[in-house]
């Protein structure tokens, strides 16, 4: 068994509510218990029962500007290899900033964990901030996802949330953002050609052949990625660029196949334009030779 993290609200602070969530019984995440930790206990900082004076040294929130998670691309998986990224937030404060912890979480409403299906949380206990200046620093995380515990289902897939929480430098006042920014986590894609006859007398006929396919996160296989158009493309032998000739939509099983042409030696490629929840992918070129 798998614990899974997901970020919640609690008593006005950000909370994290770990989810125990068995792969062949993820559907049932939203009935498992929750374990709140506040923002407080996250950095270990006075909470709102502390002395007066602890309260009154806090006399402003850091600023958060800026949260980019994997370089700002689309986070990739297939349907067996986990895959590490980075999270790197930026913040200021008057005495700098000490820490920062990030959560990716899905779903509809953090006020209520039961609309919330999945998140990621950060590998460090802490995290390693580099100064900018006196008062801004730029924090970094790295999170490890396995698609075959942390994606437990194909509709996790698309636009996850990116809640965040910074520390000051002195220790005293934390800021938080539920969702100040986005990330995509993708079904990796992928795609096959082939060209024949080759080599072909010109004026014959070209079959062109492929599939696209995506991972699926239910039962970790690749299954066709029906109706999608998928541009056919051509490169003469003598050229390095790539004309789009026709697009074609992958039939029921993510097949495709059509016809063309031969007329001069080249190279035939497939390539999809990507949505928001299977990225963009392009084969290489199969060359066919016209005599």
């Known amino acids: 068994m798998r614990i899974r993290a997901t970020v919640a609200a609690v008593s006005g602070a950000l909370a994290l509510s770990a989810l125990a969530v068995p792969a062949a019984h993820a559907d049932d995440a939203a ?3 929750n374990i709140p930790t506040s923002a407080a206990e996250i950095f270990d900082i006075a909470p709102q029962g502390a002395s007066k004076a602890a309260r009154a040294a806090a006399t402003s929130e850091p600023v958060i500007s800026k949260v980019v998670v994997n370089g700002g691309k689309g986070i990739v998986l297939g349907t067996t290899a986990s895959k590490t990224v980075s999270a790197s937030i930026t913040a200021s404060h008057p005495s700098g900033i000490s820490d920062a912890f990030a959560a990716l979480w899905h779903g509809k409403d953090l006020s209520s964990p039961d609309t919330v299906d999945g998140a990621f949380v950060p590998n460090e206990d802490a995290a390693k901030c580099t100064k900018v200046n006196a008062t801004t620093s730029t924090c970094k995380l790295t999170f490890t996802i396995d698609p075959r515990y942390d994606l437990y289902k194909n509709s996790l897939a698309g636009t996850w949330k990116v809640a965040v929480v910074v520390l000051s430098g002195d220790e005293t006042s934390a800021a938080e953002n539920q969702s ?8 990796a894609s992928k795609l096959t050609v082939n ?3 080759e080599p072909v007398k010109k004026g014959q006929t070209i ?12 039962d970790h296989k690749y299954h066709g990625y029906t109706s999608q158009p998928v541009k056919l493309q051509f490169r003469k032998k003598t050229s390095s660029t790539y004309t789009t000739i026709k697009t074609i939509k992958t039939n029921s099983t993510g097949n495709l196949k059509t016809t063309v042409k031969a007329s001069v ?5 497939y390539s999809f334009a990507g949505t928001s929840t299977t990225p963009a992918v392009t084969t290489a070129g199969d060359f066919v030779d016209v005599k």
């Open 207 to 218: 079959t062109v052949t492929g599939k696209l396919s995506r991972a699926n996160w239910e």
């Open 265 to 269: 030696d080249g190279y035939w490629r």
């Open 195 to 197: 060209a024949a006859p």
């Open 31 to 33: 009935n498992l218990p």
């Open 180 to 187: 100040y920014s986005t990330a995509r986590v993708q079904r």
